[in-house]
């Protein structure tokens, strides 16, 4: 059997290139083709679709899923889900997770993705249990980085756990494109020989190695490749599904998807593509290879937020001193992977430490969390000197963090009963809180009828 593909230009590709400004209308221009292409899946919800539906489209992230199920007959639908985040950008208490699950299921996601920033396996277990509990088919994606401690042995061993848990398969998601060919090639050779999961492999084509990375990953032995259709494949978004597609073709790997299908598709989603270039959403800069980030490692989105930083507070001749300061905090706070939110607070910390001209003086409230352990565990001990600076004697929790969490759901929907006309509504308000109530209210104002004076 060929290697299968996932097809993400219906979030990941967009989420990357132009800040997941597609709407609903857009999303569903081409899914026709794609649901008839022979996909393994289309990822077309999670991540940041949530968030921007809400705040910057006007639209029901829910209803967009709803619709794409409607089209979608013959292939799965697939979401990304961070664990006890959830979509949103803190931990939920156990029953929102458990509640976003089931709903997110009966609305029509078939395959959830689930990752932990830190790789901390106890904040992916209730959402593991939940997908399992509700039919669903369960992935676990490890955070992909590089370290003294991330080695192949260390995710040959959290695939173990992993299989343990309950998944149904493995991702290995690279998040920032800094897997190197021969890298993958190792890895993924390990991971078929501990592991009976299938393996899935998520990367970008920022840094320029992507293809090859795939290609090496492919000839190890990995099962599943995520592309994205032409117009939304390359640069910070995934290889192209097209070119793989004939990259393999009549090999053992051939992944056998129809090229007629995949064509109509791509005519079909490039006036968007060139919607959002003329409209400047769509940075020609992104859909060029930054080899830096290899160097660095440092993700495509994490490397443009420095440069913002930098340039709001007048340093922006400071950028290869806080390149430089990134891998030094992280040593510190124990190597964490640079996903989101982990991402954005060592770069913080490292522009702060450059800045103020002395290390720790200036620390972010999530910092200070991080080090009280209310993210999880670090894959590395965190450096005992700088913790003990920055918050002194203060008790460091070393069970799962959601546990000291009360149950949410109830509460909130007794409280925004007015609001919220489903429970699916009100798990929109416990993630995005304000942007959400505005949105509800608005919704709930336009379904009003409209009253007609009657003149006497």
């Known amino acids: ?64 899923l709803r619709q794409v199920r409607k089209v979608c007959k013959h292939t799965k639908l697939q979401m990304l889900f961070r664990g006890q985040n959830i979509l949103g950008y803190r931990h939920y208490a156990d029953d929102v997770v458990e509640k976003f699950v089931e709903k997110s299921i009966k609305n029509g996601i078939d395959i959830i993705r689930i990752f932990d920033a830190l790789n901390d396996i106890r904040n992916l277990e209730c959402a593991v249990k939940a997908t399992k509990k509700y039919g669903g088919e369960c992935q676990i994606a490890l955070s992909y980085t590089t370290s003294p401690v991330h080695t192949v042995s260390y995710y040959v061993e959290l695939a173990k756990e992993v299989e343990k848990l309950g998944a149904d398969s493995l991702c290995i998601k690279d998040m920032a494109g800094v897997l190197t060919p021969m890298a993958a090639y190792e890895l993924i ?75 109509a598709a791509a005519n079909k989603l490039a006036p968007v593509k060139q919607k959002y270039l003329n409209n400047g959403l769509l940075n020609p800069k992104v859909l060029s290879v930054n080899a830096n980030i290899v160097k660095y490692q440092v993700p495509g989105g994490m490397l443009s937020n420095l440069i913002n930083q930098l340039k709001q507070q007048g340093a922006s001749d400071k950028l290869e001193d806080v390149l430089k300061e990134v891998p030094n905090v992280r040593k510190d706070l124990g190597y964490p992977p640079l996903v989101t939110p982990l991402s954005q607070m060592v770069g913080t910390q490292a522009v702060l430490n450059v800045i103020s001209g002395e290390r720790y ?96």
């Open 361 to 456: 003086k200036m620390v972010p409230k999530e910092i200070n969390d991080y080090l009280h352990g209310r993210y999880g565990k670090s894959p590395a001990p965190v450096d005992e000197e700088i913790r003990k600076k920055i918050i002194g004697d203060d008790e460091v929790i070393t069970y799962r963090p959601a546990d000291d969490l009360k149950p949410e759901f109830q509460e909130l929907k007794k409280q925004y009963k007015d609001v919220a006309k489903s429970d699916e509504d009100v798990l929109s308000i416990a993630l995005f809180g304000d942007v959400a109530l505005k949105f509800l209210k608005q919704r709930n104002e336009d379904a009003k009828p409209t009253k007609i004076k009657v003149e006497a």
């Open 189 to 263: 050779s390990a991971l078929k020989k501990n592991t009976k999961l299938p393996i899935e492999l998520h990367s970008h084509c920022t840094g320029g190695l992507c293809e090859m990375t795939y290609l090496k990953a492919i000839e190890a032995g990995v099962d599943i490749v995520d592309c994205a259709i032409s117009p939304l494949s390359g640069g910070t978004s995934q290889p192209c599904t097209e070119s793989l597609n004939f990259a393999l073709k009549g090999t053992e790997y051939d992944p056998k998807l129809n090229a007629d299908m995949l064509n």
């Open 1 to 64: 059997m060929g290697v299968q593909i996932v097809e993400t230009g219906l979030r990941d590709g967009h989420q990357s290139l132009f800040a997941t400004r597609m709407t609903t209308e857009e999303v569903l221009l081409a899914l026709k083709e794609l649901d008839q292409a022979g996909y393994r899946a289309l990822e077309v919800w999670g991540g940041a679709t949530f968030d921007s539906c809400l705040r910057f489209l006007n639209e029901d992230p829910w209803e967009r």
